[in-house]
């Protein structure tokens, strides 16, 4: 499945359903949807994301997501078995995450904290130090475990799993992923 950029660009602002399920566990935060997320309906889809395969090497997950295609009914069953969710700071689709502004970003931060204090996770992981930081005045934030709680959850910042973020590799990304799950029950 291949999407032209005109294609793409009809998904700007759209919204994706976050991936909620009974026994929920670990809450994946992304940034905001790409256009590829919106086009497939499928959080973390470009072809280029390394999140599912890093979900599979740290053993998160038991079995390939192929996210350039979409979630199936299966893959979606299978998160959800798991205890994994899906959300994001903002909802709206972009093309980059450099055209959220501040305010939106802090926006999305106020709307994560209802939205996790409703869910009752047992671990938040935000992929995205920056977005983070921002989102949530945290200036100083470091990735891994905080050192204090979100809205009643374990809170871990991890590195963005974007093809853009190059200096992560899926190797790094298990890593990094890895403790959020354990932490979680899920490894």
């Known amino acids: ?14 919204t994706v359903p976050d991936l909620i399920g009974p026994g929920l566990r670990l809450l994946f935060v992304g940034i905001n949807p790409g256009l590829w997320t919106a086009a497939t309906n499928t959080h973390f889809a470009h072809p280029g994301n390394r999140f599912y395969p890093a979900l599979r090497r740290a053993g998160i997950i038991e079995r390939e997501i192929d996210r350039g295609l979409g979630f199936t009914d299966d893959d979606r069953a ?54 983070y930081r921002t989102a949530f005045g945290e200036r100083k934030a470091v990735m891994g ?11 871990w910042i ?6 853009l973020n190059a200096h992560e590799t899926v190797e790094t990304l298990a890593e990094a992923y890895r403790g959020p799950a354990e932490a979680a029950s899920i490894v």
């Open 158 to 163: 991890v590195p963005n799993p974007s093809g």
């Open 78 to 131: 299978h998160l959800v078995a798991r205890g994994i969710g899906i959300t994001n700071v903002v909802a709206r689709a972009t093309a980059k995450a450099s055209e959220l502004s501040n305010a939106e970003l802090r926006d999305g931060g106020v709307a994560l904290r209802r939205r996790v204090a409703e869910l009752e996770p047992a671990v938040v992981a935000v992929a995205g130090i920056t977005a």
């Open 1 to 14: 499945m291949g999407f032209s950029r005109e294609e793409l660009l009809a998904f700007r602002d759209a």
């Open 145 to 155: 475990r905080q050192d204090t709680d979100f809205e009643g959850a374990e809170l």
